[in-house]
């Protein structure tokens, strides 16, 4: 079974910046996807950004040119740095995962228990 531990959320002014984390229970490398969903109140759950193929990444429009996505492989462990802060960044942030190789029902079976990200004045 695998593992996601999400961390780093809390209140921010909008502006502001926060990194969020995600550290798997397995190494990272055996993922081909790993990243990030978010789900606001009222709203379905939307993809944020995913690593892909390789080191290949993918971001909602909303979130381009001002999150950004990394990894540490030896940590086991990807982040998300998200700057100039929106109060419609407002959500729930879940680390997802799909590993290689893998045939599922779904299209993304792991998934953490989310962290809690808030953009208020």
């Known amino acids: 079974q695998v593992q996601l531990v999400e961390s780093g959320g809390g209140l921010v002014q909008p502006g502001g910046s926060l990194r969020l984390s995600c550290a798997a229970s397995r190494n990272i490398v055996s993922f081909k996807r790993m990243g990030w969903f978010r789900q606001a109140p009222g709203k379905e759950r939307e993809l944020v950004a995913m690593?892909?193929?390789?080191?290949?990444?993918n971001y909602a429009d909303a979130v381009k040119g001002r999150f950004t996505i990394s990894r540490d492989n030896i940590k086991n462990t990807i982040y998300l740095q998200m700057n100039s802060l929106k109060p419609e960044d407002t959500a729930v942030y879940y680390c997802?995962?799909?590993?290689?190789?893998?045939?599922?029902?779904?299209?993304?079976?792991?998934w953490g228990q989310g962290t809690q990200v808030t953009v208020s004045s």
């Open positions: 997802t995962a799909v590993l290689a190789g893998g045939h599922y029902d779904v299209e993304y079976p792991y």
């Open positions: 690593f892909t193929s390789g080191s290949n990444r």
